[in-house]
């Protein structure tokens, strides 16, 4: 069974700090990781991906993986009120899209003014 | 704005009735994939079509199925409508069956 954890939340931050959001999966196979933005009631819209293991950043989000501990994470430096959302992690298990992806049930993302 | 058109964006329908749901990939998109997100859920992936072929399906019953047109726009039909077939429904597209998908503005069905 293919599973991606993240904490509901909700996770408060106050704004300008950074917000973490972590993200744990049960395949040591898996390909690609994924993170997506959702705001309420609106399609999710795609953060950034990340296949190899370390950091990759982009702008003021930067993915983090760590494929021996099954992890990844998402940092969001200088928060802002705007990033109030839920954030989906998601996870490419097989490359070529046979599985599409699997995606946990998100952490919602407070920033408080 | 990704270039992945969704259409209706609300439906309601009637437990037992059928529905289409139309998606238009982004230009140059020759793969189109189906998610189901319920409410409170990360989405579940459908199924995905590749150059008019189903390439692979989630773990979803047969009432649940799909084209894919040669100007790879495709649909989602769904017999039988259940009350908990009611979720946000999502299109994504891609090149060449990549994973780097872009989500339409989904379509909303609530079944009554």
């Known amino acids: 069974q293919k599973e991606v954890e993240q904490n509901s939340g909700p996770l408060s931050v106050p704004e300008g700090a950074i917000a973490s959001l972590n993200c744990t999966y049960s395949d040591r196979g898996s390909q690609s990781f994924f993170w997506y933005r959702q705001y309420s009631g609106k399609s999710p819209e795609l953060i950034m991906f990340?296949?190899?293991?370390g950091d990759k950043e982009d702008g003021r989000f930067t993915a983090q993986l760590n494929k021996a501990s099954q992890y990844v994470s998402l940092l969001i430096r200088d928060s802002q009120p705007s990033d109030s959302a839920t954030y989906l992690c998601?996870?490419?298990?097989?490359?070529?899209?046979?599985?599409?992806?699997?995606f946990g049930k998100g952490t919602h993302l407070i920033i408080q003014p | 704005e990704t270039g992945v058109t969704q259409s209706p964006t609300h439906l309601i329908k009637t437990r037992g009735q059928q529905v289409t749901l139309r998606c238009s990939s982004q230009?140059?998109?020759?793969?189109v994939s189906w998610y189901q997100q319920a409410l409170g859920q990360g989405p579940q992936f459908i199924f995905q079509?590749?150059?008019?072929?189903?390439?692979g399906r989630g773990n979803f019953p047969p009432r649940f199925s799909g084209l894919q047109f040669p100007n790879y726009s495709s649909e989602l039909n769904v017999n039988a409508l259940e009350l908990d077939d009611s979720a946000l429904y999502l299109c994504?597209?891609?090149?060449?069956?990549?994973?780097?998908?872009?989500f339409g503005q989904g379509t909303r069905l609530t079944v009554v």
């Open positions: 994504a597209s891609s090149w060449d069956r990549a994973i780097e998908a872009f």
């Open positions: 990340i296949y190899s293991n």
């Open positions: 230009s140059g998109h020759n793969t």
């Open positions: 079509y590749y150059r008019e072929e189903e390439n």
């Open positions: 998601a996870v490419e298990y097989y490359r070529g899209g046979a599985d599409g992806l699997t």
